[in-house]
T-cell receptor
Framework: DSGVTQTPKHLITATGQRVTLRCSPR?????VYWYQQSLDQGLQFLIQ???????AKGNILERFSAQQFPDLHSELNLSSLELGDSALYFC????????????FGEGSRLTVL | AQKITQTQPGMFVQEKEAVTLDCTYD???????LFWYKQPSSGEMIFLIY??????QNATEGRYSLNFQKARKSANLVISASQLGDSAMYFC???????????????FGKGTMLLVSP
């Protein structure tokens, strides 16, 4: 158990819909990262937050947004969903913004029908 | 160009044998970190081992060791005495940028599927 909690574990929805994925980092970790894992693209970095502020942005679509709240949990919002958004979405956390390994949650598997 | 290249889509090894999973990387930074993660069929990503670019000795963690060859830009994972539970997808990843810079995202390779047979 990495200590990173993600909910929901599985989610099935329809095209055009909006979903929210939630992540609670390990106790003491201030940085949260979101990654998308799909068969064709592999593991793609989406976005990073540190202590509530956005720190780095990767290949995140404009239809996607995220935030980190004062209690350090984070949410990833996916809107106007398309079939190609079906993927495993990982949240990871680390102590600081630029050090150490990332500890991953178990992922949220999103299926868009 | 890919920053992390894992050339072996799949590897087979017999139980108790050693296996090497290849990883080459591309960066112009002097300070960077290399990581290996394991992803079993259940899906979670499990951190295995880390090597910093300035570390002079190869990293080891139990049965895992990282064969770091800086000049060749390679960071191969060696698993000694393979076990059936080692069957999983293995990802090599790199963190570029100085520690504390705020840019610490990991770039992952495509992964290598390891199958350990009895």
């Amino acid at each position: 158990d990495s200590g990173v909690t993600q909910t929901p574990k599985h989610l099935i929805t329809a095209t055009g819909q909006r979903v929210t994925l939630r992540c609670s980092p390990r106790s003491g970790d201030l940085s949260v990262y979101w990654y998308q894992q799909s068969l064709d693209q592999g593991l793609q970095f989406l976005i990073q937050y540190y202590n509530g502020e956005e720190r780095a942005k990767g290949n995140i679509l404009e239809r996607f947004s995220a935030q980190q709240f004062p209690d350090l949990h984070s949410e990833l919002n996916l809107s106007s969903l398309e079939l190609g958004d079906s993927a495993l979405y990982f949240c990871a956390s680390s102590v600081g913004p630029g050090t150490g390994e990332l500890f991953f949650g178990e992922g949220s598997r999103l299926t868009v029908l | 160009a890919q920053k992390i290249t894992q050339t072996q889509p799949g590897m087979f090894v017999q139980e108790k044998e050693a296996v090497t999973l290849d990883c080459t990387y591309d960066t112009s930074d002097q300070s960077y970190g290399l990581f290996w993660y394991k992803q079993p069929s259940s899906g979670e990503m499990i951190f295995l081992i880390y090597q910093g670019s300035y570390d002079e000795q190869n990293a080891t963690e139990g049965r895992y060791s990282l064969n770091f060859q800086k000049a060749r830009k390679s960071a191969n994972l060696v698993i000694s005495a393979s076990q059936l539970g080692d069957s999983a997808m293995y990802f090599c990843a790199m963190r570029e940028g100085r520690s504390g810079s705020g840019y610490s995202t990991l770039t992952f390779g495509k992964g290598t599927m390891l199958l350990v047979s009895p």
